[in-house]
């Protein structure tokens, strides 16, 4: 069975720091990889995906992931934070749009 | 412009009552979705839809109900059997491709008198 876990509930950064969300999947072969934003009571935008390729993908706002295979993971980066970046985060994993299993998210505080 | 409405923003649902949460889409996707997200828990897929008149269970169908008559339309019915209805829900529509993102509604919250 698929799965996905996000370690940290809950990031402080200060606004200008560098940002790191960390998402590590179980699949039992290369799965499809996302990452969505949500602002509060607000569906989700998406970030960016993976599917094939480049293990760096670029995705919009400026934010980027890498896929390492070794390690099962697919971590979130963003250079410098902004205060507008405050949300939750979730990375997804699975076979296709249909299949996804979502982590239970990180939410990010900016502070100034 | 394109996008998925929800409706209504909140609900409130008695003791025994059905209620129906509203979806549409003008994006002329074939593919729908209904998600529930609780606290601490993520989301979690209820039912999906990928062509009209045509809809499987998701993880957690259990206490819902949808239909699927056009192709911009999926609502989902909260019944009465369902005793923990209390959650932020989720409507999303996609290309029908696996590797098509989702696009999402801004939800509604429905919440138990």
């Known amino acids: 069975a698929q799965s996905v876990t996000q370690p940290d509930i809950h990031i402080t950064v200060s606004e200008g720091a560098s940002l790191e969300l960390r998402c590590n999947y179980s699949?039992?072969?290369?799965?499809?990889l996302f990452w969505y934003v949500q602002s509060p009571g607000q569906g989700l935008q998406l970030l960016l995906k993976?599917?094939?390729?480049?293990?760096l993908v670029q995705g919009i706002k400026g934010f980027e992931a890498e896929f390492k295979r070794s390690q099962s993971s697919f971590n979130l980066r963003k250079p410098s934070v902004h205060w507008s970046d405050a949300a939750e985060y979730f990375c997804a994993v699975g076979a296709g749009v249909s299949k996804l299993t979502f982590g239970t998210g990180t939410r990010l505080q900016v502070t100034l | 412009d394109g996008g998925i409405t929800q409706s209504p923003k909140y609900l409130f649902r008695k003791e025994g009552q059905n209620v129906t949460l509203s979806c549409e889409q003008n994006?002329?996707?074939?593919?729908m979705y209904w998600y529930r997200q609780d606290p601490g828990q993520g989301l979690r897929l209820i039912y999906y839809?990928?062509?009209?008149?045509?809809?499987q269970k998701g993880d957690i169908a259990e206490g819902y109900s949808v239909s699927r008559e056009k192709k911009e339309s999926f609502p989902l019915t909260v019944t009465s059997a369902q005793k923990n209805p209390t959650a932020f829900y989720l409507c999303?529509?996609?290309?029908?491709?696996?590797?098509?993102?989702?696009?999402f509604g801004s939800g509604t919250q429905l919440s138990v008198l």
């Open positions: 994006l002329n996707h074939d593919a």
């Open positions: 839809s990928q062509i009209v008149n045509d809809f």
């Open positions: 993976y599917f094939s390729g480049d293990t």
């Open positions: 999303a529509s996609s290309i029908e491709s696996p590797r098509q993102k989702l696009f």
């Open positions: 699949y039992g072969a290369t799965p499809y």
